[in-house]
């Protein structure tokens, strides 16, 4: 996907918004872009998880938009630490907003019986909430396969940037059509195309274990995570003038330098070792 978000250094260097024009563009190249993988594919139909969260409410819409509703197939995988509200709003987003077809697929069973299987991971919090999206991402390529679909994922560009997502979990999908968008893009998009505020603006979990919140994992907002991203990892701004002009202490912005450089591997593909002749 060609990247086209600028940061207005003329006017305010910190200032991600999107203008009127900008946002209907970027809601026509991401409709195209999805009806060019799925093209690309042989299929005419797609498969996603949902959450209840912004990313994939705003994937979901722009799909539904690309392919039609008919095309769209929705999976709400709920497990024991997920909070009823959002498992809500994914039928919600599904039934009442979108009208596609889905399902409900309760994955602590499968949980369960993974663990029964490498019983010596029980309790390794992090562990056991990236098997949950493992889990996850397992069933929307068994439903995808099933239905000769292609699986759409909801990574944004904030997270990609410093590894917020499951290698093999939320991370295995076949394209990511919102993957050029910060997070505070996300949620102006999802406003110009019609998604309530009260998605919109909900806050923001991978809901990986019971209270997780994503903001609280980081230790930042993300308007402050987008800012360090736009001037300092992409912009080429240093540490120290970016702290500077967010008005923030350097070390946050060196954690955040140093999540984007830890993270690369998840970004890649498998490395083998060069070529020996």
């Known amino acids: 996907m060609a990247e086209t978000t600028t940061v207005r250094r003329a006017d305010d260097p910190l200032d991600l918004t999107l203008s009127t024009d900008e946002l209907d563009a970027y809601r026509d190249h991401i409709t195209s872009f999805i009806t060019e993988q799925v093209d690309a594919a042989g299929t005419d139909s797609a498969v996603m998880g949902l959450s209840g969260g912004i990313d994939s409410t705003l994937t979901s819409h722009l799909a539904v938009e690309a392919l039609g509703q008919e095309n769209v197939y929705g999976l709400v995988m709920p497990s024991e630490v997920n909070q009823e509200a959002n498992m809500s709003d994914a ?87 919102i993957a050029n968008l910060y997070k505070g893009q996300v949620r102006q998009l999802a406003k110009h195309v019609g998604v309530p505020d009260d998605l919109a603006e909900k806050t923001a979990s991978a809901e990986m274990w019971v209270g997780q919140t994503d903001e609280a994992e980081m230790g930042l907002d993300y308007s402050t995570l987008d800012s360090i991203l736009a001037l300092h990892v992409e912009g080429g701004v240093s540490a120290s003038a970016t702290a500077r002009e967010i008005g923030i202490n350097e070390a946050a912005v060196e954690r955040i330098t140093e999540l984007y450089a830890s993270s690369k591997h998840k970004r890649a593909a498998p490395p083998g070792p060069d070529p020996l002749y």
């Open 91 to 177: 039928e919600r987003i599904a039934s009442e907003l979108l009208g596609i077809e889905y399902d409900v697929v309760e994955i602590e069973p499968i949980v369960d019986a993974v663990l029964d299987g490498f019983p010596a991971a029980e309790g390794d919090q992090l562990a056991v909430g990236n098997l949950r999206v493992r889990c996850r991402a397992v069933l929307n390529y068994l439903a995808a396969n099933h239905r000769d679909a292609l699986v759409l994922g909801t990574g944004n560009k904030s997270e990609a940037l410093v590894g917020y997502f499951t290698k093999y979990g939320d991370g295995a999908v076949d394209c990511h059509p």
